[in-house]
C-alpha cells in the first residue's frame, strides 16, 4: 500500500500471473525510485481483497524492480504490486497504525 501513489499498480512480470490484458499507456508514471517510468494499463478487472470487491478496476503495470530493489535493502519483502489511493479511496479505507490493520467498506 501506498498512500502517495495515485493508481494503484502491478509489477509487469505479473501479468499473466494475474490474468491481465495491457496496453501501452498514454502517460508515463513517475515514481520516489525512478523519474519517467513506461506504463501499461489494464481496465475492466476485478479486484477482491479479503471481503472487499471492486469490479472495473483500471490497474497501471510497470517494472516494479526499482521499487523491490529498494526494499530488499531495507530488508522487506518484495511485493507484485502498490495499492494506491484511487482503491483506499474508493473503499473508504481506514488504516489503523496501532493494530496494523486496513478495513476497506463494501459500498
Partial sequence: MDTGASHTCVALEKEA???LN?????KQAASASSVDIDTR???ENHLRIGSWEQ?????ILFDMTTVNEALAQLNEDTVDGILGADVLHAAKAVLDYRRNGLYLMNT
Avoid at 22 to 26: H, I, L, M, P, Y
Fill in 41 to 43: 494499463q489494464s481496465t
Fill in 17 to 19: 500471473h494475474f490474468l
Fill in 55 to 59: 469490479s472495473k478496476q483500471e490497474l
Fill in 22 to 26: 495491457s496496453t501501452k499507456a498514454e
